[in-house]
């Protein structure tokens, strides 16, 4: 089940696999075919957009960050595996 501030797997077909965190609210999660994301990044830019992330408990690189300047809408079948420890 995909669930909001989830960080998924998204394997992309220009770039390759990368994190994302769902940012659809929880209840209209069920409903469309998709979901908005944020991309997540290990390059820290120091804007305000960027949003820390706690990697002890989660499969990303030390230091990354959710960029919320960079979302996307996508379907819910490119979601893959859940990047939480």
Not at 15 to 29: D, F, K
Not at 58 to 76: H, Y
């Amino acid at each position: 089940m995909i669930h909001r501030g989830g960080l998924y797997e998204v394997d992309f077909p220009r770039t390759g696999p990368h994190p994302c965190v769902v940012l659809t609210r929880q209840e209209a999660i069920p409903v469309p075919g998709s979901v908005t994301v944020a991309f997540v990044s290990s390059t820290r830019r120091g804007h305000p957009a960027e949003v820390a992330l706690d990697e002890d408990r989660l499969e990303i690189r030390p230091g990354s960050v959710v960029n919320c300047d960079d979302l996307a809408t996508l379907p819910k079948q490119m979601l893959g595996k859940s990047r939480a420890i």
